[in-house]
């Protein structure tokens, strides 16, 4: 009998919505999507014309990015953040950011050290695939527990996201430097996935970084940026990392073996949409336009929205499991994503998305309305 190869990895979720989906698709008014947070505006013209301009790429690319790009990636730190680091040693750009959420417990070598992953206990799915792809547990630990004194023995690999996907939530200043510094205590690499960090709702500055937290020494910290959000980039893959530098020189080293290569000229689109501000705060406005339109909607239907402070959705609930929730929305022609997705305490709310054109939100917000009274 032939031996069986693969990691058995579960279906992928979101093929479990199909059949809301469809009941959604019989309204007469058509389906308001708004369960994915993938952009449907255009990428900016300045970045779609560095892409085109470095079209001629016959050679290989750097793995660890043209210095032009590293030199760019330091400098939108700089000026959001407030944040200097050093391009040659403390950068790296990556394909996406769940390409580097998915292998870094591999990267890591974790399961060589014997070590787990930890994540929140409502996240992004791919924190606990990433570990299942290590062949390595995965426990579920926000923030406000570490800062209660739970233990970090055996994790190798601390994830925080900031803004929170899917809540919404935004780690302060002071929450941040007290995780960085029991992170260190034990050992544990710490890793803030912060790609929503320039749609903060709640203050015209950007949510903090974890690097505004370490001061001037890095080790054992990352920060996980990705354009996706911020330039309508998720079709390019377009992300990076930045931090410890020998975290980093690993990282470079390893996905050098592994073929991990931003494509030239994405490379060269990057180095564009980073140093062009302008179109980011115009994006960001055209997501507050809609998010102010849907979210009394949602309350008037009698959703609680939590956190939600910052990012591109509404973490909303009517106090029921999500099932019956995704249910009622689907009867209203409106697809969302269901809390289950992103582990068992959050299984009673939805997910609702922003990133939907400005005529499907205001068809979701007319429909909500409507069925309030």
């Known amino acids: 009998m032939a031996a ?12 479990r919505l199909t059949p809301y989906r ?40 750097t793995t660890a990015g043209t210095d032009e790009l590293r030199a760019s990636i330091a400098w939108w730190y700089e000026h959001w953040h407030g944040v200097t680091l050093d391009p040659s040693a403390e950068v790296l750009p990556t394909i996406g950011s769940k390409e580097l959420v998915a292998w870094l417990p591999t990267l890591l070598g974790l399961r060589q050290a ?9 996240a992004y799915p ?38 929170g996907n899917p809540t919404g939530e935004v780690l302060d200043p002071d929450t941040l430097a007290e995780v960085v510094r029991r992170a260190r205590a034990a050992g544990v690499v710490l890793a803030s996935d912060e ?19 370490t001061g001037t020494d890095r080790t054992g910290v990352l920060s996980v940026y990705s354009m996706s959000k911020q330039s309508n980039l998720a079709g390019y893959r377009a992300a990076f990392v ?42 960001k406005e055209l997501y507050r336009a809609r998010r102010d339109r849907l979210r009394p909607a949602l309350e008037n239907y009698g959703f609680r929205i939590d956190h939600s402070s910052a990012g591109l959705y509404l973490w909303a609930t009517l106090g029921e499991d ?29 997910r609702i998305a922003l990133t939907a054109s400005d005529e499907r939100i205001a068809a979701a917000a007319d429909r909500l309305e409507a069925a309030a009274g």
């Not at 069986?4 to 093929?15: A, E, K, M, S, V």
Request: proline residues 7%; aromatic residues 6%.
């Open 4 to 15: 069986r190869f693969g990691l058995d990895l579960p279906d992928y979720p979101w093929d």
């Open 22 to 61: 469809q009941r959604a698709a019989e309204h007469s008014g058509g389906v308001c999507d708004l369960s994915i947070g993938t952009p449907v505006d255009p990428t900016p013209l300045v970045i779609r014309d560095a892409l085109a301009a470095a079209g001629d790429a016959h050679g290989y690319p």
């Open 114 to 122: 014997g070590l787990a992953v930890a994540c929140p206990h409502a």
């Open 126 to 163: 791919t924190y606990e695939m990433g570990a299942t792809i290590a062949g390595v547990e995965c426990v579920r630990l926000d923030a406000a527990e570490i800062l209660a004194g739970a233990s970090l023995e055996g994790i190798g690999l601390l994830w925080i996201n900031t803004p």
């Open 195 to 213: 790609c929503y960090g320039l749609l903060n709702w709640e203050s015209d500055d950007p949510a903090p970084t974890v690097l505004s937290a």
């Open 242 to 283: 930045a931090g410890d530098r020998n975290l980093i020189a690993d990282l470079t080293r390893t996905r050098k073996h592994a073929g991990m290569i931003v494509p030239f000229p994405v490379q060269a689109a990057m180095i564009a949409g980073l140093r062009d501000t302008a179109h980011v705060n115009e994006q």
């Open 322 to 350: 999500c099932w019956n929730s995704l249910s009622r929305l689907a009867d209203l022609g409106i697809v969302a994503g269901p809390g289950a997705f992103y582990g068992t305490a959050a299984e009673p709310y939805v």
